[in-house]
């Protein structure tokens, strides 16, 4: 195993998933907002960048649009074409409340999956975007690998700057005050419905950046990238380094993604045991989950039975 090649893959991977879980963090712990689909967003910015940057089709091609634009306008997109998707999918679904804004939001993922895999005009189907553009912007003798490492760094850290003068400001407070007592803020007139719309919306535009920038990364885009599985990631990250923090989000991202690339990075010597050894990556992935998850659930009991009365 390389460990070059390792911690480059954990730094990058790491921080572009960590952006994830910074706006999921936003959504749930501070919005009060159980988003199930978050994946959705990360798909349509990575589609979005791959349509406006892919050349027009040709040969066996199915899709029917390729703008052939530059890589910066295609990231542009990507942002809005997330907020857009936000605001289609937030009007309907934020009335909800709890398990019930789960399961849709997670159905509305599923939709967005079900038409990539199945409409092969806007993406090719199942088949996908290969090629997909990436910026022609290199540092003489740097690899790709070290410039893109250094951009999900970027992007990263420019979300820990929106989010943090966010909820350090008067709507910040606001926010904490809605998640906290809803009734007490509606009572001292804050409109908790616009609130919880366009915190979805605002967090939703990072989500579209990190997916053009995982498509240029990987130069291909595929509903075989975008399921649900994304989504549970970036929930066990949440959770494994704890809510109401952006540090603790972070630092849990970067600890599953090292999990998930040292396993991925064993030698195999055939195709059945690479199976199994994803199988158990899986397995621990979810074990791990279920720890965390009664160990807080324990120790919120502890906290109760502490406090007096």
Not at 73 to 94: E, I, M, Q
Request: hydrophobic share 55%.
């Amino acid at each position: 195993m390389n460990i070059e090649s390792l911690l480059v893959a954990v730094l990058t991977f790491g921080c572009l998933f960590s952006v994830l879980t910074l706006s999921l963090n936003l959504q749930y712990a501070r919005g009060g907002m159980i988003n199930f689909g978050i994946v959705a967003y990360f798909a349509v910015g990575a589609y979005a960048y791959a349509i406006v940057t892919q050349e027009p089709p040709s040969g066996l091609d199915q899709y029917l649009i390729g703008f052939d634009g530059p890589w910066w306008l295609g990231f542009l997109v990507a942002g809005v074409g997330a907020a857009g998707f936000a605001v289609l999918t937030g009007w309907p679904t934020l009335r909800l409340r709890g398990e019930y804004l789960a399961l849709t939001t997670f159905a509305f993922a599923e939709m967005l999956h079900s038409f990539l895999l199945n409409e092969r005009r806007i993406g090719n189907g199942s088949v996908g975007m290969a090629n997909v553009e990436r910026p022609g912007i290199s540092w003489e003798d740097v690899p790709d690998s070290y410039v893109f490492a250094v951009a999900a760094l970027l992007l990263m850290l420019a979300t820990i700057v929106v989010y943090r003068r966010i909820l350090v400001s008067p709507y910040g407070r606001a926010m904490d005050a809605i998640r906290d007592d809803e009734m007490a803020a509606e009572a001292v007139g804050k409109d908790v419905a616009r609130m919880r719309f366009e915190v979805f919306v605002i967090s939703a535009v990072p989500i579209g950046f990190a997916g053009a920038l995982y498509a240029m990364i990987t130069t291909l885009v595929s509903p075989d990238l975008f399921t649900a599985e994304v989504t549970f990631f970036v929930w066990i990250a949440l959770v494994l380094g704890g809510e109401r923090t952006m540090l603790g989000a972070i630092a849990g991202t970067i600890v599953l993604v090292l999990f998930q690339e040292v396993v991925r990075g064993i030698p195999f010597e055939t195709v059945r045991s690479a199976q199994i050894a994803a199988s158990v990556e899986h397995m621990l992935t979810g074990a791990i989950f279920v720890m965390i998850l009664r160990w807080q659930v324990f120790e919120r009991i502890s906290i109760r039975r502490s406090l007096p009365g």
